[in-house]
């Protein structure tokens, strides 16, 4: 029976694609993929789907596997499993204040703190835990503006090398996580199709240990 | 739906089930009563006029549970129950995306044991069956096996809690993580890393066998065992698969739990198990297991299927010119006797009009009365006829 598996385009599409390669799955350009959007070869069917929406798809059991990054996952809940730490595309979501900010460690925070993210769940969780109040204004790109246009005291955001922060004048006051690729499967796929799908997420553990 | 939650609850009453309807809205001290905090939350809370919170039910397990410890208090155990209706979820995505959804579940109150275990798990099964689908597995696990493993392995209660909320996140890298960083190795700890894999059929069992050493644990596998050979002669070995990496709500389940899979859907269909603690919690300490079969996934499936159900058509459309008003009215009512879906027009209309519109509400026949004694009728693809009421009520009614 056929298996499919979702990748996410952006940032983590080459890893993905090496992976399947290094796996010996199949060999994908990312242009190629780009074009088709689904490809069939060898029993197995990749998706590419934007990064925030790989975890509906396997939630659905519209593909059976899928590789998305930590960072979408602290968003999303639902009934796939985690499966294996794929080791690429390490990044941190981090909580960063203007460089001339007098923000720093929560001895610091002011009362009620106003953060701008993409990632209001995972914010207003650890704000919450640290009993921080805290208002969370939901952007959807170009966070790093708000708080030089006074819209907000910091952001929470993914920093990979820390480059874009400071660009635009901004320091890191704290660590949220980090995040890497992840392998999630589909709850049913896991029960009903086992051997076909422990034998799929088997060679791409492989692979991810064999590169070390 | 309709006809799919009938034919559930029908096979559970050839079981000897008996139907109880318990209510929508229940007072939020008793729901809070039997459910986890998790479950709490989602309820959909508010006021009544004096003031007292209530919330509409988000299943209907506690419910019943209620039941059974207050108006059935004085019926002898075990209590064979079944329900069905609408539950409700103020967080929209515990149903994935639908804050109501509807539930047909079944209860086995008061009684205790592998037969009773097999029973339930074979009534889901045969459900499904009746239900219309031909294509499922049931996964048979145990909620002991893993609290065994819990009491058995050496961990701190930090590295324990973490170890819980892994799991109950589906979270293994994170698991993963949390073992990795412990230098002490145990069987147990290889199995906790191999937790979704432990499936199969009975060999599982000897392969875990090998590798627990505590008490509950292994109580946990003789059980799995006793249930696998019920449900073999039960003649349901071929859906049966044992999942010893089954995780569920560890808190709520004390034994054998298990849920149905169909075809091409990514979330269980059916989900049960044995939950002895919740009846002492309403005063009436007793054993008991249950399950829920979610409808609108049955009707998903079925739908998707080979032969999706279509919607039962209308027998027959009558239509009428003003003489034949009282005669229509007479045929109505004589081919309902007959069990047959007639509707009789409001307005009066000619052969022409009549036939786009019986076409119009999906009507296998036309019948156009135009007097008395005279009756127009157009079966599909055929030419119409003129016959006298009755000859087309007996034909009606005979050709079925």
Known sequence: MKLSIAIPTGALLPGALKLLSTAGLMRLSAPELGRKLMVERSGVRVILVRPLDVPAYVDHGAADLGIVGKDVLWESDG????????????????????????????????????????????????????????????????????????????????????????????????????????????????????EAVQALVGRLREAVTSAG | MRAAQESLLAEMRRWGYRHVITPMVENTEVLELGLGAEQRRRLFKFSDTGGEVVALVGERTVPVARLVAGKLRSVPLPLRLCYAGPVLSADARRFHQRRETYQVGAELVGARGATADAEVIALAARCLEAAGLHQYQVDVGHAEFFQGIMDAVKLPDSVKAGVRTALAARDFVALEQLLVQTSLRSAEHDLLLRFPALRGGMEILDAAAGLVRNRRSEWALTELRRVHELLEVHGLGHVVRLDLGAIRDFDYYTGIIFEGYGPEVGRPVAQGGRYDGLLARFGRPAAATGFVVQLDLVWEMLKSGPRPPSLPR????????????????????????????????????????????????????????????????????????????????AQLAGGR
């Not at chain 2, 109505?332 to 409001?346: E, I, P, Y």
Request: glycine letters at 8%; hydrophobic letters at 40%; one cysteine or more.
């Open chain 2, 314 to 393: 209308l027998d027959a459309a009558i239509a009428w010119t003003e003489s034949g008003f009282e005669t229509a009215l007479q045929l109505g009512s004589t081919l309902r006797l007959f069990g047959m879906r007639a509707v009789v027009d409001t307005q009066s209309r000619d052969q022409a009009d009549g036939l786009a519109w019986s076409r119009a509400i999906g009507a296998v026949n036309l019948l156009h009365c135009t007097g008395k004694s005279e009756v127009m009728w157009t079966a599909q693809r055929k030419r119409p006829r003129r016959l006298s009421p009755d000859d087309v009520a």
């Open chain 1, 79 to 194: 009934g796939h499993y985690e499966l294996v730490d794929l080791r690429f595309g390490a990044c941190r979501l981090v909580l960063a204040v203007p460089d001339a900010s007098r923000l720093n460690g929560p001895e610091t925070w002011p009362p009620l703190m106003r953060i701008a993210t993409k990632y209001p769940r995972t914010t207003s969780r650890w704000f919450d835990a640290r009993g921080q109040a805290v208002e969370v204004v939901r952007l959807h790109g170009s966070v790093e503006l708000a708080p030089q246009v006074g819209l907000v005291d910091g952001i929470v955001d993914l920093t990979a090398s820390g480059r874009t922060l400071q660009e635009n004048r901004l320091r890191v006051a704290g660590v949220l996580g980090d995040s890497t690729a992840r392998l999630v499967a589909n709850q049913a796929s896991l029960k009903t199709r086992t």
